[in-house]
């Protein structure tokens, strides 16, 4: 497919002035209605598929760890952190997205990937750097996924246990088989060829996200008014001995910035907001569909992530736990929380491919232009299947992506500790991803000039953010080394 495309790209720069309305790349044939003058698939994305897109990768695994977050904040620093990340996030997401295109108004070039924008503003240092960081975090954020379905699995299994033995069996199991069936599922969805063919599985996913999201809000609702009362405090979970009630002073410090991590984390989305665009049809221009998209997706997840972490937090005040679902118990009515548990496995199939699939593009296209004669890398045989119909299997795709998905279930199969390593996924991607590369991206192409209040303002926000990503990262990694103790 891509050698396809290359030679279409080829054929169109040489009949680019070609008068022939009946040559197939001449932008007023019929053919053009297929594909566009780049010589890639029509771009065919709408706002709503965007905004599909961004729930999809933003309504993930990180909500459920919010209500623990809130405990650790409190009643006044939780939501202020949430709304201040919420509102970085769409500010940068927007300077982001003005950034799709590069180059002067005479001859503008367009950034596909978050790398090519890096390259054609930044150089390419900060583009090696800018790859270094974004696939190491798409990386992790697969192995956080892979944890994440794993444990709503085992609870799936657990509840139905308990209940057949009427508590008497402890139940306990590993986690081990369930990851490596969510990994078989993901081997399967990976031979997806491209992102812009994923637009049916978001759609899937964000229901899912939004059917776990309600039930675990209802649910917090439910025991905050068996309670009688809302629990937690102003200033979240109590200094005290740590095997009593609350937590000594060091570990309410490491709490807190482990806390910002996982806020942080549960906003992330900017390493593949280029990707998404760059399925947006136009006019209009790309970035104003993107803004609209951005703002309904981001003003949706913050209303939820607010009910959800401040309601989880009023059900079970200092005691929340890591995982929201985890904390209800195996009640009566636990069907309940088995919907819910599915509700995240099926997003989180989905939102795998959503973060995996800009990584994988990213490996094929390097190694096709490094070996461009190679068949193994780039020729594809076609391969007839019932209902789908021809499926183009290229054999170094199935090979590398298999090998991939193997690899980021083998990691987490070691690394058990949900809400840790969401902290750290968080921290490693918030200030490089979502602030500072797109901060001096839109710096350069709007040509700012140092010293202004303009540039002031970009670099003071920038600073900030690189501050809480230092503390989000120790308070993860702290610990993460207290749950290896055990």
């Given at each position: 497919m891509e050698e396809r495309r290359d030679k279409r790209q080829r054929q169109y720069l040489q009949i680019e002035k070609s008068s022939d309305e009946t040559h197939p790349f001449n932008p007023y044939s019929a053919y053009s209605d297929r594909f566009n003058i780049d010589g890639r698939l029509k771009r065919s994305g709408i706002v709503w598929t965007a905004t599909s897109h961004i729930i999809t990768a933003v309504i993930g695994s990180g909500?459920?760890?919010?209500?623990?977050?809130?405990?650790?904040?409190?009643?006044?620093?939780?939501?202020?952190?949430?709304?201040?990340?919420?509102?970085?996030t769409f500010y940068t997401s927007d300077l982001l997205s003005q950034c799709c295109w590069s180059g002067d108004p005479t001859a503008r070039t367009r950034n596909h990937t978050y790398m090519d924008a890096v390259k054609s503003n930044l150089g390419g240092r900060k583009e090696m750097l800018c790859g270094t960081i974004q696939y190491l975090s798409l990386f992790g954020v697969a192995i956080g996924y892979t944890i994440a379905a794993s444990t709503s699995m085992m609870a799936i299994k657990k509840t139905s246990c308990i209940h057949k033995s009427r508590g008497k069996d402890p139940c306990k199991m590993s986690?081990?088989?369930?990851?490596?069936?969510?990994?078989?599922?993901?081997?399967?969805?990976?031979?997806?060829?491209?992102?812009?063919?994923?637009?049916?599985?978001?759609?899937?996913?964000?229901?899912?996200?939004?059917?776990?999201?309600?039930?675990?809000?209802?649910?917090?609702?439910?025991?905050?008014?068996?309670?009688?009362?809302?629990?937690?405090?102003?200033?979240?979970?109590?200094?005290?001995?740590?095997?009593?009630?609350?937590?000594?002073?060091?570990?309410?410090?490491?709490?807190?910035?482990?806390?910002?991590?996982?806020?942080?984390?549960?906003?992330?989305?900017s390493v593949i907001l280029l990707e998404i665009q760059d399925t947006l049809k136009c006019p209009p221009e790309e970035y104003k569909t993107m803004r609209k998209a951005t703002s309904i997706s981001i003003t949706v997840t913050t209303v939820f992530y607010m009910l959800c972490g401040c309601m989880g937090y009023a059900a079970f005040g200092d005691k929340a736990p890591g995982n929201l679902l985890t904390g209800f118990g195996y009640f009566s009515a636990y069907?309940?929380?088995?919907?819910?548990?599915?509700?995240?496995?099926?997003?989180?199939?989905?939102?795998y491919q959503v973060y995996c699939q800009p990584l994988f593009a990213f490996v094929e296209n390097w190694s096709k232009n490094k070996w461009r004669n190679s068949d193994f890398i780039g020729k594809e045989c076609e391969l007839p299947i019932p209902i789908y119909g021809c499926y183009e299997l290229n054999l170094f795709r199935l090979i590398w992506r298999t090998v991939f998905v193997v690899a980021t279930t083998a990691i987490a199969s070691l690394l058990p500790f949900f809400k840790d390593v969401v902290g750290i996924l968080g921290a490693l991607g918030f200030w490089p991803l979502t602030v500072y590369f797109p901060v001096e991206m839109f710096i350069v192409e709007k040509k700012i000039e140092r010293w202004t209040s303009e540039w002031l303002g970009l670099q003071i926000l920038s600073l900030a953010c690189l501050l809480i990503t230092i503390v989000a990262a120790f308070g993860s990694i702290a610990g993460v080394l207290i749950d290896l103790k055990t």
């Open positions: 909500v459920l760890s919010l209500a623990w977050a809130v405990a650790q904040l409190g009643w006044v620093a939780g939501p202020i952190a949430m709304v201040f990340f919420a509102l970085i986690s081990n088989l369930y990851m490596i069936g969510f990994g078989i599922i993901e081997v399967i969805l990976s031979q997806i060829p491209d992102f812009n063919q994923l637009w049916w599985l978001s759609i899937v996913a964000a229901i899912m996200s939004f059917t776990y999201s309600v039930i675990g809000l209802g649910l917090g609702i439910t025991k905050t008014v068996e309670n009688g009362s809302f629990k937690g405090s102003l200033m979240g979970v109590s200094i005290g001995e740590a095997s009593i009630e609350g937590v000594t002073l060091m570990q309410k410090i490491w709490r807190i910035m482990e806390a910002l991590g996982a806020i942080a984390f549960a906003y992330s989305y069907w309940v929380l088995d919907i819910a548990n599915v509700a995240i496995v099926v997003h989180l199939i989905g939102a």
